[in-house]
């Protein structure tokens, strides 16, 4: 995954950490597993990259979720055991209307509320038609759409729910 930054720099999520390249300066730096103490990455392999209203960078990898602050250059890490989230496995990320982080996992779909530091999960018991986030997206009505391991839903924020889209829906 590639994204340009509110700065236009670039950052790339790859299987060897996660790059961002300051093109206006022609340097680049390097963010992996254990580098060292300011660019310390959960782990190697990124799966996407999403900078939020605040400009802060948010790495999804196959060991957890990682929030880099590119102001102060520190790196804060999330972790299964350590706050709640239901999986290491972070596939996928998006921000909605309201500033929370929604993150796709190999098990649930996870959000993240900044204003109380809360996660909140979903499952399948909550409407989602499969357990597997591959993808998040947020459509220009501020509405959210995940892709499962079973299909289309859209996240229905005033009753709280889930709908799925079948090949019946058209």
Same mark, same amino acid.
């Given at each position: 995954?590639?994204?340009? #930054?509110? !700065? $236009?720099?670039?950052?790339?999520?790859?299987?060897? @950490?996660?790059?961002?390249?300051?093109?206006?300066?022609?340097?680049?730096? &390097? !963010?992996?597993?254990?580098?060292?103490?300011?660019?310390?990455?959960?782990?190697?392999? &990124?799966?996407? &990259?999403?900078?939020?209203?605040?400009?802060?960078?948010?790495?999804?990898?196959? $060991? @957890?979720?990682?929030?880099?602050?590119? &102001?102060?250059?520190?790196?804060?890490? !999330?972790?299964?055991?350590?706050?709640?989230?239901?999986?290491?496995?972070?596939?996928?990320?998006?921000?909605?209307?309201?500033?929370?982080?929604?993150?796709?996992?190999?098990?649930?779909?996870?959000?993240?509320?900044?204003?109380?530091?809360?996660?909140?999960?979903?499952?399948?018991?909550?409407?989602?038609?499969?357990?597997?986030?591959?993808?998040?997206?947020?459509? @220009?009505? #501020? #509405?959210?759409?995940?892709?499962? @391991?079973?299909?289309?839903?859209?996240?229905?924020?005033?009753?709280?729910?889930?709908?799925?889209?079948?090949?019946? #829906?058209?």
């Amino acid at each position: 995954k590639i994204i340009q #930054d509110k !700065f $236009s720099n670039y950052w790339i999520g790859t299987q060897n @950490g996660l790059y961002k390249i300051d093109a206006e300066k022609s340097t680049f730096e &390097v !963010f992996q597993k254990e580098r060292d103490n300011h660019h310390h990455l959960n782990a190697n392999l &990124v799966y996407c &990259v999403l900078e939020d209203s605040e400009g802060l960078i948010w790495i999804a990898t196959d $060991s @957890g979720l990682a929030l880099y602050n590119p &102001v102060s250059k520190e790196m804060h890490h !999330f972790r299964i055991e350590e706050i709640g989230l239901s999986d290491d496995l972070i596939i996928s990320l998006c921000e909605d209307s309201k500033g929370r982080i929604w993150i796709g996992t190999s098990a649930y779909v996870n959000m993240y509320n900044k204003q109380d530091s809360t996660f909140t999960y979903y499952s399948e018991k909550h409407g989602l038609p499969n357990n597997n986030i591959f993808e998040i997206v947020k459509d @220009g009505n #501020d #509405d959210l759409w995940f892709a499962t @391991g079973k299909g289309l839903c859209k996240f229905d924020e005033k009753q709280n729910t889930f709908h799925t889209f079948t090949l019946e #829906d058209g």
